[in-house]
């Protein structure tokens, strides 16, 4: 699996948009980005994953660059509850066998009133 | 919609007593996870399945074993445990190949402390 990186927190006003950013670098073809979120005493949340275009769901939007080395996760509207750590996953797809996340260290990110 | 359930949800041990922790999805989910989580530090694959009957090893599996004879259930044990495996442990589930590209969902997780 590629290595992903991750700035260790951001800061974002509620109700603007938080644009949390992550760099694969050595992302391969078959390589799917994955977001997902961790808010203390629950398990961990799934946002949303891309391959190469754009993507958008109703929690939100992520932007693939095109060579694929890095990734931006846009939380439209921040709110209170958008407060958490986000990672940024990239996974290889096989058949059959070895699925699995590799965890970094994420973004804390704050959503201030 | 219960999704992936852990029981139970907190534990306390002592240094040498075992458990098993139960991890149960109603998804039909063919894979199933166990991940730990410590302070300042990701999560880290303990071990993971790929179907019933199936088990493998992730990042951290040494002081842990694990079992699924029921697609449903994930067990995950601790024959001795030990203050390092004080942490807070998820479980997860996902869709198999050739759905593979699916999310993995988590259960709410098992804080275990061992005194």
């Known amino acids: 699996d590629a290595k992903t990186t991750q700035p260790p927190s951001m800061d974002c006003a509620e109700g603007r948009a938080a644009n949390l950013p992550c760099n694969h670098s050595?992302?391969?073809?078959?390589?799917?980005v994955y977001w997902y979120r961790h808010i203390h005493s629950q398990g961990p949340q799934y946002i949303i994953h891309g391959l190469k275009n754009n993507e958008t769901n109703e929690m939100a939007s992520l932007i693939i660059t095109e060579d694929r080395k890095s990734s931006t996760l846009i939380l439209p509207h921040a709110t209170l509850r958008d407060t958490a750590v986000y990672y940024c996953?990239?996974?290889?797809?096989?058949?059959?066998?070895?699925?699995?996340?590799?965890f970094g260290k994420g973004t804390k990110l704050t959503v201030n009133p | 919609n219960a999704g992936v359930t852990q029981t139970p949800k907190f534990r306390v041990l002592k240094t040498g007593q075992s458990m098993t922790l139960l991890c149960a999805q109603d998804m039909n989910h063919e894979y199933m996870y166990w991940y730990r989580q410590d302070p300042g530090m990701g999560l880290r694959l303990i071990h993971y399945?790929?179907?019933?009957?199936?088990?493998a090893k992730g990042e951290v599996p040494d002081g842990y074993n694990v079992s699924r004879l029921k697609k449903q259930n994930f067990l995950l044990g601790l024959e001795s445990a030990a203050p390092s495996q004080t942490s807070v442990y998820f479980c997860?589930?996902?869709?198999?190949?050739?759905?593979?590209?699916?999310?993995?969902?988590f259960g709410d997780g098992t804080r275990l402390s061992i005194l």
């Open positions: 997860a589930s996902s869709s198999g190949w050739p759905y593979s590209n699916q999310p993995q969902h």
């Open positions: 996953i990239v996974r290889a797809i096989t058949q059959g066998g070895s699925e699995k996340l590799v």
């Open positions: 399945s790929v179907g019933e009957g199936t088990t």
């Open positions: 050595t992302i391969s073809g078959n390589e799917y």
